[in-house]
């Protein structure tokens, strides 16, 4: 009887061409599938709570897949770092109960996005934030992130996605959003139940766009503003209900 197991990822995603395989492309979901495959002795799917763009980072990815192999998950964490390169670490790993799906179970996701906001970015800052030194009211910015909360339709702030089902719901809801300084980090941390296709990233342009004057703070644009770099974003963390795990 195959295990199911659950693995928190954490990775840098500067090199990888996002989550999802793509022929001859380095991805994150193709190395993890690479080295359990090796591991397992015969193909294994890795599946993810999301797929995040080429470049956006990970503090706590999900993901799962089902092996055969009876290794402790204590043993196989360390196995897998052993083998994965060093952009790509697991943090955890566990057997959960057969059904377990690491994007349908989930109840929330948060991500993070940072802008360097001084002058000059220092170099081992640069691959994580979007450096953006020129004026912004920063007030208006936080002002604008409330108008997110709550249940909308955020069509305006999907791209189109030719692998996403059709027809499907573009309505999200978003648990908190919220805006704040820390030193020359401008940090904005969002928390919803779903999250679309640069769907964040474009609610980050569109805060810049607030931030510029170009926008009213106080209302939810029709139009989104132009999608902001994907080295800004980092996935932090996933949520799920305590009855996964067995």
């Not at 659950?6 to 080295?35: K, N, S």
């Not at 390169?85 to 690491?102: M, N, Y």
């Not at 955020?154 to 805006?179: C, M, N, W």
């Amino acid at each position: 009887m195959p295990r199911r197991i659950r693995i928190t990822v954490a990775y840098d995603g500067t090199d990888y061409h996002g989550w999802q395989i793509q022929p001859a492309l380095p991805t994150i979901q193709g190395t993890i599938e690479e080295i359990v495959t090796g591991i397992e002795g015969w193909h294994v799917r890795v599946e993810g709570s999301g797929r995040t763009d080429a470049g956006v980072h990970a503090m706590a990815q999900v993901a799962a897949f089902s092996l055969e192999n009876p290794i402790p998950v204590d043993n196989l964490r360390r196995a897998m770092n052993r083998l994965l390169p060093a952009s790509i670490r697991i943090l955890c790993v566990e057997d959960v109960h057969e059904g377990f799906h690491p994007r349908f179970d989930a109840v929330a996701k948060t991500y993070r996005y940072t802008i360097w906001r001084d002058e000059v970015c220092p170099p081992l800052e640069w691959r994580y934030v979007y450096h953006h030194p020129y004026p912004l009211n920063e007030k208006a910015m936080a002002e604008a992130t409330r108008v997110y909360e709550g249940e909308h339709d955020f069509t305006a702030f999907a791209a189109a996605d030719s692998k996403a089902a059709e027809p499907t719901s573009k309505v999200r809801t978003i648990f908190s959003s919220t805006l704040e300084r820390q030193g020359s980090k401008l940090i904005y941390t969002v928390r919803g139940n779903g999250f679309l296709k640069h769907m964040v990233r474009n609610i980050t342009g569109t805060l810049l766009e607030a931030g510029r004057g170009n926008i009213d703070p106080h209302t939810l644009p029709k139009k989104s503003g132009r999608t902001a770099p994907a080295k800004g974003l980092t996935m932090l963390s996933v949520e799920y209900p305590r009855s996964v795990s067995l």
